[in-house]
């Protein structure tokens, strides 16, 4: 049976991607060597890491003031890299509260300097974004997380601001058109919208690193990855490799812009069918609704025939998180229509 | 034609884990799931972390009072760990120097205490291991790496440690056997006998932990590490499955002590033609020659004739590093002894 998964991550992947990578864990482009067991700088090997972050750039448009490198450790390493490369002695920097992973975010950087929460939804199990929020001037930048897989929310815009501007965009990345301008540094953890688990995007306005006055860890330290190209040592090579399949596949349909328009879509026909059905209730209301993480709660009398119509079609990881309970579906790019169509099915048999 | 993969990291794994890595990144176990687009939360990635970790328990035959973690970030993340997580403040640490990795280990020490090195063997171009030094007992450890894959250098014995021992082990480890109690950290990043780039093995003794008396951050903490058994965060899945895969060959073939048997075969095979050739000699002698990185050069008047005849049988991966030139060839447990036969042919045939 085919499965639909609907998982929040590690996750879908497009079947191409995978169908490619596999074939180079055996036999990378016919080489008769294995991607996994060639120098990391082989010309093949060099060749793919350079593909990756030239999509990254052409397919987020990134002007030249900023850099793109792959890193390991996932967002979670960034939570402190961030704070040490930016907050200079006794600095301090904002940050808005949108729920377990900004809260870590936050927790981190306090090992740095003074941080102060402008903004939180947290009374409100963390069902909304914050949006009436002045961001101070005089702090060494400001913190923001673009979705919230768990709650699933996400900031529809990003506010304008007077200093350093930093967001974590692991979960909705390449989703949708960003004006990477605007932005001094963006992450994302790549096993959702860019690849598999063990590679980290770090995008970085280059003028605003080396400011600290404070020595930092060469493995810790952005200036040295960006100088060494992301390979200041052997990176992890299948999950570059994997990242730079999708971000290919991305480019192949269209872009940033037609995946944009399809989540739109999916989003939209997910919603409507929870809003539709009198026993489903999603977890967030207006524009705050994640494109790519749909929560929602399921009447008790009806969530065990909606839980063995999953069953009995497919549908898989679509348990919400521990935290926040009922159900998530996570509908990532990779997600096809098609899925979506059969979890609509679902839902509007659950009566 | 078939290749002969001697490079020295990316590097040679066996077929049948390439074979079962890259079937399950299309199809995990007949789960109609990929790999890598699984949560790390569920039962199958769960069991997969955990044989991993067994797996190592059993093969280096790990005592209690040890832990087992998988992190991300290579040996190069562990240089500045190790002393972020042992050195107290104002504290010191020893340090031998046997090469470029030592050095660098050396480096990001430096940043969190007084380290000493109290050898180097950088005087004769690091072509031998130093014996003659006395490890001063008022540290808080000693570091050492175990095999010099550029140099092809290797420790055949340890010192006793009146502190805290931690030895790089990056290049041979489950090469041969050890005996762990002798440590009190060990680490390796996976590339070499272990697995797949992206993956890192940490073995450290749970007492030695929490006593710096300084905060650190959680992704660098070992203890968080531990407590979390490796899943702090989403670890780098499919690293973490193609080092349990090979750890499982490692069994399969007998256990480390079997795989030491034959690679003290395979060496001498090579360092014998070496040896026997006047036109070849090796860059090491005698008992600090490394199992793992046979590192010699080739009269001018024949290099050009080697090359040709590597070349014209499938031989990739064997020029020295940049840094001590000639050539290596890099047999680590995974290099069949086919493969060694068909280079010492070419050495014999190099007249």
Redesign the interface.
């Known amino acids: 049976?085919?499965?639909h998964?609907f998982?929040?991550?590690?996750?879908?992947?497009p079947v191409e991607v995978?169908?490619k990578?596999?074939?180079a864990?055996?036999n990378l482009d016919n080489?008769?060597?294995?991607l996994?067991?060639?120098?990391?700088r082989s010309e093949p090997f060099v060749k793919i890491m350079d593909k990756a972050r030239s999509l990254v750039r052409e397919l987020l448009d990134i002007p030249a003031s900023h850099s793109v490198i792959f890193l390991?450790?996932?967002?979670?390493?960034q939570?402190?890299m961030i704070a040490q490369n930016l907050i200079k002695k006794g600095g301090k920097a904002a940050y808005t509260d949108t729920g377990v992973w900004s809260s870590?975010a936050i927790?981190?950087a306090k090992?740095f300097g003074n941080i102060e929460v402008i903004a939180s939804s947290e009374n409100n199990d963390y069902r909304n974004i914050p949006k009436e929020y002045i961001i101070p001037s005089d702090i060494d930048y400001f913190h923001c997380t673009s979705n919230n897989t768990i709650y699933g929310t996400q900031m529809r815009h990003f506010p304008e601001c007077p200093s350093v501007m930093v967001c974590d965009m692991s979960s909705d990345i390449f989703s949708r058109e960003i004006d990477v301008n605007k932005f001094d540094l963006i992450y994302a953890?790549a096993?959702k919208n860019m690849g598999?688990?063990?590679a980290t995007l770090v995008i970085v306005r280059d003028d605003i690193l080396g400011k600290t006055g404070l020595?930092i860890?060469?493995?810790?330290d952005y200036k040295e990855h960006i100088y060494r190209e992301s390979m200041?040592?052997?990176?992890?090579?299948?999950?570059i490799y994997?990242s730079m399949l999708t971000l290919q596949w991305v480019k192949d349909k269209g872009g940033v812009k037609a995946l944009e328009k399809m989540n739109t879509e999916k989003a939209k026909l997910l919603y409507d069918a929870i809003d539709n059905n009198k026993y489903f209730k999603a977890k967030v209301s207006g524009q705050d609704r994640s494109l790519m993480n749909v929560t929602f709660d399921v009447e008790n009398s009806k969530s065990e025939l909606f839980e063995l119509l999953c069953s009995e079609n497919?549908i898989?990881?679509i348990k919400g998180h521990r935290i926040s309970g009922g159900y998530r579906a996570s509908i990532y790019n990779a997600m096809p229509i098609e899925s979506i169509r059969v979890l609509v099915d679902i839902i509007n048999k659950t009566q």
Chains 1, 2 share one sequence.
């Open positions: 049976m085919k499965k998964n998982g929040a991550g590690p996750c879908i992947l995978l169908q990578a596999s074939e864990v055996i080489s008769g060597l294995s996994i067991e060639i120098s990391h390991q450790g996932g967002a979670s390493l939570f402190m870590k927790k981190e090992l953890g096993q598999t688990a063990g020595k860890p060469i493995m810790l200041n040592n052997t990176p992890p090579v299948f999950a994997v497919g898989v990881g």
